[in-house]
């Protein structure tokens, strides 16, 4: 974990973009009607549909954001990743078959009643536009924050991706960001898994070990940062509520509440119009919720692999366990990276093609 | 679901301490199998949903013949 992370990180969404390409190009082949377009024909298999909703919940967000939570402050990472997932049965036990029974396509259907000759058509379209899109856009911008590109070319890759995507929706529709979603899945679900086997690996394949280690390690640093024993052992990732985070009950519950009910996924309810009548779609909720449970509690071990593997090593984080000042990967320099990556050992002097000194 | 979350919620509210308590004489504390618990438990939860379904259509259908038969 510790060798070239941006570097795979890269490779993966590379692949990860090479393949889409070929897919919507499959998929626009077989989009010919309506209801092709918004919801696949409702022909999608019941696997691939769990697949692609674990693929519409699980974001490279979640993944980066919840193991980084969990290096931060620990075992209060996993709260989120509970939040995140209880919203979701309980959305699907209320709403999920009720909204499949009422609508046609999207839940826009639902909501405006009121002028059936003009409405559902519009606001459905409106709605499915703004659930596939920004969510992409989103992940897009994030996955170009985490690879170490000067500004410029930010600008025009967030262009093209954007040129992209509206060509994939327009044109693939339904079906091809289903076939995204599940590739996306597939990629992040094996990843994690190597990840998360390697890190357990090397403790043996107990989760015990890496928590002591973990919870060792948080204390060392406590203490290198001038805290007493006691004091450093409760900044141990394993204590709960230790440091800022949710310290006093009010913001506890109000913490609670709103990643369960705020972080509701509507744009997944979509999903079910994709599902052939029978058996109404709670087959392919199970489905989804297996993988993405999985999926956090591999997150959750990667997290606690973070905190050992680069929580201890000089090359990322300096002498109190603190990342650099500056929390994107921008700030990191190639030269930095190279400094940690194996393959760079045997080339020549690597910072002179540094970005960010041919700028300066 | 509900009840088993916000229980879990008012624990991190209240308690805290209980959950950091460590089991079985490690490291380990209370709140990691708690925790995880409530992921399994949400699949577990669908995937009964899941059965549930189809056994209610069945139901529902087996009640539809009887009352055409009389």
């Given amino acids: 974990m510790t060798g070239p992370g941006p570097n795979r990180d890269r490779d993966v969404r590379g692949v990860r973009r090479a393949r889409s390409l070929v897919i919507r190009r499959l998929g626009r082949r077989r989009t010919k009607t309506r209801a092709d377009f918004y919801a696949a024909g409702g022909g999608v298999s019941g696997f691939r549909n769990g697949l692609a909703i674990a693929g519409d919940y699980m974001s490279a967000a979640s993944f980066l954001g919840i193991s980084s939570q969990i290096f931060g402050v620990g075992y209060d990472g996993l709260i989120y990743s509970i939040g995140f997932l209880v919203g979701w049965p309980l959305i699907l036990f209320l709403m999920a078959e009720r909204l499949r029974n009422l609508g046609k396509y999207t839940f826009a259907d639902v909501a405006s009643p009121v002028s059936p000759a003009a409405g559902p058509e519009c606001g459905g379209l409106d709605a499915r536009r703004r659930a596939l899109l920004p969510d992409r856009a989103d992940g897009r911008r994030r996955a170009a924050d985490q690879i170490a590109v000067p500004p410029r070319c930010l600008a025009y890759a967030v262009l093209i991706v954007g040129v992209l995507m509206t060509l994939y929706v327009l044109f693939g529709g339904m079906i091809a960001t289903t076939w995204v979603q599940v590739i996306k899945a597939v990629l992040l679900l094996g990843c994690a898994t190597i990840m998360a086997f390697a890190v357990l690996a090397q403790f043996g394949f107990s989760p015990e070990a890496l928590f002591a280690r973990a919870v060792e390690l948080k204390a060392n640093l406590a203490a290198a940062g001038g805290m007493g024993p006691e004091q450093a052992y409760r900044q141990g990732p394993l204590h709960h509520g230790a440091g800022t985070f949710l310290t006093d009950p009010i913001s506890a519950i109000s913490f609670g509440m709103a990643l369960m009910f705020g972080t509701g996924p509507l744009h997944i309810l979509m999903r079910f119009f994709t599902v052939p009548p029978t058996p109404p779609g709670a087959h392919v909720g199970a489905l989804g919720t297996g993988w993405i449970g999985y999926f956090y509690i591999l997150t959750f071990i990667i997290g606690f692999g973070a905190i050992i593997l680069i929580g201890n090593n000089p090359a990322w984080v300096d002498a109190t366990g603190a990342l650099p000042a500056t929390p994107d990967a921008k700030s990191i320099s190639p030269r930095r990276w190279a400094a940690t990556s194996s393959w760079a050992s045997s080339r020549p002097s690597p910072s002179r093609r540094s970005w960010r000194s041919s700028q300066a | ?70």
């Fill in chain 2, 1 to 70: 679901m509900l009840v088993a979350y916000f229980g879990y919620i008012a624990l991190v509210a209240f308690d805290k301490s209980l959950l950091a308590r460590p089991i079985g004489g490690g490291v380990t504390s209370l709140g990691i199998p708690v925790g995880v618990g409530l992921i399994l438990l949400a699949i577990l939860l669908t995937g009964l949903y899941k059965c549930g379904g189809p056994i209610a259509t069945m139901i529902r259908w087996c009640a539809l013949r009887d009352g055409e038969s009389e």
